[in-house]
């Protein structure tokens, strides 16, 4: 079988298709196996009840079934939901936006394939250009999104240590290089992998950085305001006209619906439409109307606010608590949880790399993310990047507290043995 680039590309070795197959195999093949590694949210049962509610309630109307199983959305998506989230946005944040300003998209993911194509890749001229991500780590995911090779450009972030075992990135302005090759710039907020949360200083400057060389700011808020709002500090939620807003209904326990939404400029919105529906035709509607009713009196908001938020906040904070009482004397570091459902671990000096590592926890009963495919669009590689890891605090807290013991424990003798 001959495959084209395309095909060599998507059929080649990527990082995260990797990891979600050994994440598959490991778990059927050993279903004692701590995960600490996906991406999935926690199973909260009172939300959970919530959505059950509404999908009942759904199907019991009028055509009910029909409305939600057999038609197709508009290119752009829902009008209805459209409106209601626009609404939305104006009313709390007074951001001067209409429907025109919002689409709906089948999850982050497939948004983010699609906007990063139409702004960065090769040209009819034969220039290429390049998405660049201000600070890394950067998510996972986003690695093998671009259809050309050299796809992203990142800076190294600055390190800020706040405490004996916790430290903070930040931006490195100074370093941070645009140039004619610069298609956009793209920033998770909260940030996947690490739970940093740009600060809205730093936001206002890239936004405007972005705007003095004509580029957009993508912000991708799968995790941020004002849904599902897993932040734990008090920050401003961040549009204008040249920024590209991405959310998703996935953290607010919503995943297998596939919905997300996009706000951005009305020529924007109109080439991510035209796009979106040459290569998925349209959208699912399980998802939307869902969200309709969770619009409908910002439901979505107090959810958010009161339970989502709160959860995870005390979930980060134990686990972080945790893994310092149990690696107090190692020089481990953890970035300071400021949003997300991760915790991101430094371990400073590691005997061996975090991929060695990943494969060491997995033998013995964890899979965690190692760091170094969060790395992307570097120039140059550097230690630190294979010192790293990812670990989720979203599963059962017994399992996560028994997680966290293996994971000391295996560390313990990597450095005691070096």
Not at 18 to 32: F, I, K, N, S
Not at 246 to 264: D, E, H, N, Q, Y
Not at 283 to 305: D, H, M, Q, W, Y
Request: hydrophobic share 40%; with cysteine.
């Amino acid at each position: 079988m001959k495959l084209s680039s395309f095909g060599d590309k998507y059929t080649g070795q990527s990082g995260i298709v990797d990891l979600m197959a050994d994440l598959g195999e490991a778990l059927h093949t050993r279903p004692d196996m701590i995960s600490m590694g996906g991406g999935n949210p926690a199973r909260i049962m009172e939300v959970e009840t919530i959505y059950k509610n509404h999908l009942i309630n759904l199907l019991k109307e009028d055509d009910g079934a029909y409305n939600i199983l057999g038609k197709y959305q508009s290119p752009q998506g829902d009008e209805l939901l459209l409106k209601q989230l626009a609404a939305l946005l104006r009313d709390e944040y007074g951001w001067p936006i209409t429907d025109k300003n919002v689409a709906i998209s089948n999850g982050g993911q497939s948004a983010f394939y699609v906007l990063a194509n139409l702004f960065a890749g090769r040209f009819s001229d034969g220039s290429m250009k390049q998405i660049q991500f201000p600070l890394v780590p950067e998510y996972l995911g986003y690695t093998d999104a671009g259809l050309e090779a050299n796809f992203f450009t990142s800076t190294r972030p600055t390190i800020e240590m706040l405490g004996d075992h916790v430290f903070k990135y930040r931006v490195d302005f100074e370093n941070m290089k645009v140039t004619d090759s610069t298609a956009a710039f793209c920033v998770s907020r909260p940030t996947n992998p690490t739970g940093n949360v740009l600060t809205d200083d730093e936001i206002r400057q890239l936004d405007a950085i972005a705007a003095e060389h004509d580029i957009p700011l993508i912000i991708d808020g799968a995790y941020g305001t004002p849904f599902p709002d897993i932040i734990f500090d008090e920050v401003s939620p961040h549009w204008s006209k040249n920024t590209i807003l991405l959310l998703s209904m996935s953290k607010l326990g919503l995943p297998g619906v596939r919905t997300g939404f996009i706000v951005a400029s009305e020529e924007i919105i109109q080439a991510y439409a035209n796009a979106n529906t040459i290569q998925n035709l349209a959208c699912g509607t399980v998802g939307p109307a869902i969200a309709s009713k969770l619009f409908l009196n910002r439901e979505v908001l107090e959810i958010s606010k009161n339970i989502i938020m709160p959860y995870y906040k005390e979930r980060a904070f134990s686990t972080m608590d945790l893994f310092i009482q149990a690696m107090a004397d190692l020089p481990v570091y953890i970035h300071k949880p400021e949003g997300a459902i991760f915790l991101w671990l430094w371990f400073k000096d590691l005997p061996v790399s975090s991929a060695k590592l990943y494969e060491i926890l997995k033998e013995a009963g964890v899979l965690i993310i190692p760091g170094h495919d969060s790395f992307a669009g570097l120039k140059a590689d550097w230690q630190h990047a294979h010192e790293c890891i990812r670990i989720s605090y979203a599963q059962d807290a017994g399992q996560v507290n028994k997680g966290v013991e293996i994971i000391a424990r295996e560390v313990r003798k990597l450095y005691e043995n070096n």
